[in-house]
C-alpha cells in the first residue's frame, strides 16, 4: 500500500494530466457523435479541447440531451387517437379554407406534427394583459370540474396573486386544480407564487427542479409553455406568461405588449393532450379525458382550421424550426414575422431571404425596445443578412412587444409560445398553433401591419450609422447567439 501511494504522489502531475485528456476526449467523441448541429459539435470540441476538465464537466452538465419522452408520447397518442375515432374528423378542404397553396404545407405539417387538422375550432386574440388575464380569472371563476394551468413564469405580483386567488376559489368549489410552472420561471419572484397554494388542495409541479443535480434530464432545457384548460371545453394559449407588466394599471397606461388567445372547439383537446404530456412527464401521474372533460358544448359554427405544433428536444425536436421553412417556401405574397427575439439560425434566414428573392414581400417586426440587452444587441448584428437579399424589418415604438406571430399570404398563421431563436427552436419545450383560416389570418396580419405603420424601419443606412465599437460589441454577443 505504502508503494501505491507513493506511486501517486511521485506521478500525480502526470495522472492527473493523462485523466483529464481522457475525460476531455470521450467528452469530444460523444460530442462529434451525438449534436447533429455542426457548430454545436464545433463549439463543444473547442470548449472541451480548450479546457479540458471544465470543458468536460460543463460539457456532460449542460451539453447532453438526455430526454427520452417516447413512452410517454405513446399514451397520449393513444388517446388522440381513441378521441378522433370517436368524435372528430382530420379537415380536408384546406384550399379552399386558406388556398390551395396550402395543402402542400399541411403534408409538410403531417409529417411533423402528431396532431392532426380539425375544423370547427374558435380562436380569439386577446390583445395584451388588460383583454387576456380578465378572460382568464372569468374563465377560471366559471369552471365546474377541472382546471389545468401551465406558465413558463407565473410572477408573486399583483396579477399572479389575483389569478392564484381564482385557482384557489375554484378549488374551494371542489373543482380539480392542477397547475405546473417551469422551475427557472418560478423563480421570478421572490418568494414563489407556489407558496400561495400550500394547503389549498390544488396540485403544483415545477418542471425541471433539480436544474443544479446529475437527475436532471438537461439543465438548459425549459418548459415555455403557456395554458390554461377550463373543463376541458375552453383554453388559453399563446406567449404570455403571468406578469403585471402587461397591464395599465400596474404599468400607468404603458404596460407591455403581447397577444393571447381564447380557443373553443377540437383544438382544446388537443392542448389538453399537451398538458397531460408534461404533467406525465413531470409527475409520472398519467391522466385520462374523461376525467378532465365536462358535458361537451356545440362545436363552434366555423370553418377555421387548426393543430397544436410542439416542439423540444425529446421526439419533436426542430419540428416547427422544419414548418417555418416549409411556411416561407409556399408563400406566394406576403411574409409577416412579429417576434421579440428575432435570431433565426442560417436555415431560417435562407428561408426568408430566398422568399424575398422570389419576390415575396417580407416583413419583420422586432421591438425597439428589448427587455433583453444581449438579445438586442446580437439581433442588431444580424439583421443585415435579411436586409440584402431585400426583407423589411421595423422596430416597433412604445413598450416593449412580446407577440409571438407569423402569416402567410393572408392564409395561414402560426402563433404560440416560440420566439424565432436557438432557444425556442431548439432548446425548450413549446407549443404553438397552426391556424389555416383567411380571416384569422388576414386579422392577425392587420395587426401586424398595425404595429408596423407606428414603427420605425430599419435599413443597412441605419446599421452603418452605428459606431464601431457598438457594431464591435453586437457582433461578440452574436458569437453566442444560439446559447442566448
Not at 34 to 59: C, E, H, M, N, Q
Not at 141 to 146: L, Q
Amino acid at each position: 500500500m505504502t508503494a501505491f501511494w507513493a506511486f501517486l504522489l511521485e506521478y500525480q502531475t502526470h495522472l492527473i494530466f493523462g485523466s483529464g485528456l481522457l475525460i476531455g476526449l470521450l467528452a469530444a467523441i460523444h460530442a462529434a457523435m451525438t449534436k447533429r448541429d455542426v457548430r454545436a459539435a464545433i463549439a463543444w470540441v473547442g470548449v472541451v479541447i480548450l479546457s479540458p476538465f471544465f470543458g468536460a464537466f460543463l460539457y456532460f452538465l449542460v451539453g447532453i440531451n438526455r430526454i427520452n419522452r417516447s413512452r410517454r408520447l405513446q399514451h397520449n397518442e393513444y388517446l388522440l387517437q381513441d378521441h378522433l375515432n370517436g368524435k372528430y374528423r382530420e379537415t380536408g378542404n384546406i384550399a379552399d379554407i386558406s388556398g390551395p397553396q396550402f395543402e402542400s404545407l399541411k403534408k409538410a405539417g403531417n409529417k411533423l406534427s402528431r396532431f392532426p387538422i380539425w375544423s370547427n375550432n374558435s380562436i380569439t386574440p386577446l390583445l395584451g394583459g388588460d383583454e387576456a388575464y380578465a378572460a382568464m380569472i372569468a374563465a377560471i371563476d366559471s369552471a365546474t370540474k377541472t382546471i389545468a394551468m401551465q406558465s413558463y413564469i407565473f410572477d408573486n405580483d399583483v396579477i399572479g396573486k389575483r389569478i392564484a386567488q381564482a385557482l384557489v376559489r375554484a378549488r374551494q368549489r371542489g373543482v380539480t386544480v392542477k397547475v405546473l410552472i417551469d422551475a427557472i420561471g418560478a423563480k421570478y419572484s421572490r418568494p414563489s407564487i407556489t407558496t400561495l397554494f400550500k394547503n389549498t388542495g390544488i396540485d403544483v409541479a415545477l418542471f425541471e427542479a433539480h436544474f443544479f443535480s446529475f437527475k436532471m434530464p438537461y439543465s438548459n432545457l425549459r418548459c415555455h409553455r403557456k395554458i390554461l384548460l377550463i373543463d376541458g371545453q375552453l383554453a388559453f394559449s399563446g406567449g404570455m406568461n403571468i406578469r403585471e407588466g402587461f397591464t395599465s394599471e400596474i404599468s400607468q397606461g404603458t404596460p407591455m405588449k403581447d397577444v393571447h388567445f381564447q380557443i373553443r372547439g377540437p383544438l382544446v383537446f388537443q392542448l389538453l393532450l399537451v398538458f397531460f404530456h408534461d404533467w406525465s412527464f413531470t409527475t409520472h401521474e398519467k391522466l385520462m379525458p374523461a376525467n378532465w372533460i365536462s358535458t361537451p358544448e356545440p362545436l363552434p359554427q366555423s370553418n377555421t382550421a387548426a393543430r397544436c405544433i410542439t416542439s423540444g428536444p425529446d421526439n419533436d425536436i426542430t419540428s416547427t424550426h422544419r414548418l417555418i421553412q416549409a411556411a416561407c417556401a409556399v408563400a406566394q405574397k406576403h411574409i409577416r414575422i412579429q417576434s421579440p427575439y428575432f435570431l433565426p439560425d442560417q436555415v431560417l434566414l435562407g428561408a426568408l431571404n430566398t422568399a424575398a428573392r422570389r419576390g415575396i414581400r417580407v416583413d419583420i417586426l422586432i421591438p425597439g425596445k428589448n427587455n433583453l440587452y444581449l438579445v438586442n444587441c446580437a439581433m442588431m448584428a444580424q439583421l443585415n443578412q435579411v436586409l440584402d437579399s431585400g426583407c423589411h424589418v421595423w422596430r416597433s415604438n412604445g413598450p416593449f412587444d412580446h407577440s409571438k406571430l407569423f402569416t402567410i399570404d393572408e392564409g395561414w398563421a402560426l402563433v404560440g409560445s416560440s420566439n424565432w431563436d436557438a432557444r425556442s427552436l431548439r432548446l425548450n419545450f413549446e407549443v404553438d398553433i397552426e391556424v389555416y383560416d383567411r380571416t384569422f389570418s388576414t386579422r392577425i396580419s392587420q395587426h401586424i401591419d398595425g404595429e408596423i405603420e407606428k414603427a420605425v424601419p430599419v435599413t443597412r443606412d441605419t446599421l452603418k450609422s452605428i459606431s464601431f465599437l457598438k457594431q464591435l460589441r453586437n457582433k461578440i454577443i452574436w458569437l453566442a447567439s444560439p446559447y442566448l
